[in-house]
């Protein structure tokens, strides 16, 4: 079968198999003459397209890297509009984020120059690149899930000595986000306090604590008695949120 990408390669081979790298990894190894992919329909869309078909996305990797057919889905056939739309979004989104972070001169990774890359070369991509690229939508969501939910909420200050002070009082229940990047796998319950500070409370998929969370977040509010409060920097952003020890924490239903 004849995808609808045409790849034609160029340099010399790299290895075939290769992890999913999520966003916050850094490439590491030694410097490699780059190996190009050529593709007549620009492979994030086609990326887009296989996800909606639930295709795995290692099987999407060997897909983009070797021109394989995947599980009898029509790659002359899958990708619609709404993915070139899907993608044309997701690069942009990316784009005008590192640009951002260029003009507040935050840092930029490795990941980060990658991503650019793939930004400013959408039909012609380092093969180095494709794990990246597969991860990309799952990336965009959990971004605009996390810039939804801080939207309209202060960032917790953070304590200037090493004091972690008590917590005591009601709190609103404002979403609940999955998060799934490398070997974790969590689900975060934020929780809105009196002082417009987001609470984040942190529970692996498939703990039994996410179902009687799941249960105090149909109530809507609980009071809160905690011993001792952290606050934790939400990660690529200028943001902070506070979170209890489970340990020293007791919840009522408010």
């Given at each position: 079968m004849k995808?609808?990408?045409?790849?034609?390669?160029?340099?010399k081979?790299?290895?075939q198999?290769?992890a999913?790298?999520?966003?916050?990894?850094?490439?590491?190894?030694?410097p490699?003459?780059p190996?190009?992919?050529e593709?007549?329909?620009?492979?994030l869309a086609?990326v887009?397209?296989?996800?909606?078909e639930?295709?795995?996305l290692?099987?999407?990797?060997a897909?983009?890297?070797?021109?394989?057919?995947v599980n009898k889905?029509d790659?002359t056939t899958?990708?619609k509009?709404?993915?070139?739309?899907?993608?044309?979004e997701?690069?942009?989104y990316?784009a005008?984020?590192?640009t951002?972070?260029r003009?507040?001169?935050e840092w930029?990774?490795?990941?980060?120059?990658?991503v650019?890359?793939?930004?400013?070369n959408r039909?012609?991509?380092?093969k180095?690149?494709?794990p990246?690229l597969v991860?990309?939508p799952r990336?965009?969501e959990?971004?605009?899930s996390?810039?939804r939910?801080i939207?309209?909420?202060?960032s917790?200050?953070k304590?200037n000595?090493?004091?972690?002070?008590?917590?005591?009082?009601?709190v609103?229940?404002?979403?609940?986000l999955?998060f799934k990047v490398?070997?974790?796998?969590?689900y975060?319950?934020f929780?809105?306090t009196p002082?417009?500070y987001?609470?984040?409370?942190v529970?692996?998929?498939g703990?039994?604590?996410?179902?009687?969370?799941?249960?105090l977040?149909?109530h809507?509010?609980?009071h809160?008695?905690?011993?001792v409060t952290?606050?934790?920097?939400?990660?690529?952003?200028d943001f902070?949120?506070l979170q209890t020890?489970?340990e020293?924490?007791?919840v009522?239903?408010a």
């Amino acid at each position: 079968m004849k995808a609808v990408m045409t790849a034609r390669q160029h340099g010399k081979s790299v290895m075939q198999t290769q992890a999913i790298i999520d966003e916050w990894d850094t490439i590491i190894g030694k410097p490699k003459e780059p190996v190009y992919l050529e593709f007549n329909t620009p492979p994030l869309a086609l990326v887009c397209a296989l996800i909606e078909e639930n295709i795995q996305l290692s099987e999407i990797v060997a897909a983009l890297g070797q021109d394989y057919a995947v599980n009898k889905v029509d790659l002359t056939t899958v990708v619609k509009d709404k993915h070139h739309q899907q993608s044309n979004e997701i690069l942009q989104y990316f784009a005008k984020k590192h640009t951002m972070r260029r003009i507040k001169g935050e840092w930029v990774s490795k990941y980060m120059l990658a991503v650019d890359d793939l930004c400013e070369n959408r039909r012609k991509i380092n093969k180095e690149y494709i794990p990246i690229l597969v991860t990309l939508p799952r990336i965009y969501e959990q971004n605009r899930s996390i810039e939804r939910v801080i939207k309209g909420h202060k960032s917790a200050p953070k304590s200037n000595d090493l004091s972690f002070p008590p917590m005591e009082g009601e709190v609103e229940f404002v979403e609940r986000l999955h998060f799934k990047v490398k070997s974790s796998n969590e689900y975060h319950y934020f929780w809105r306090t009196p002082n417009n500070y987001l609470m984040r409370i942190v529970v692996k998929k498939g703990h039994y604590g996410s179902e009687a969370w799941d249960l105090l977040a149909e109530h809507g509010k609980i009071h809160i008695s905690a011993d001792v409060t952290y606050t934790y920097n939400i990660k690529g952003y200028d943001f902070n949120v506070l979170q209890t020890s489970p340990e020293h924490t007791k919840v009522k239903i408010a």
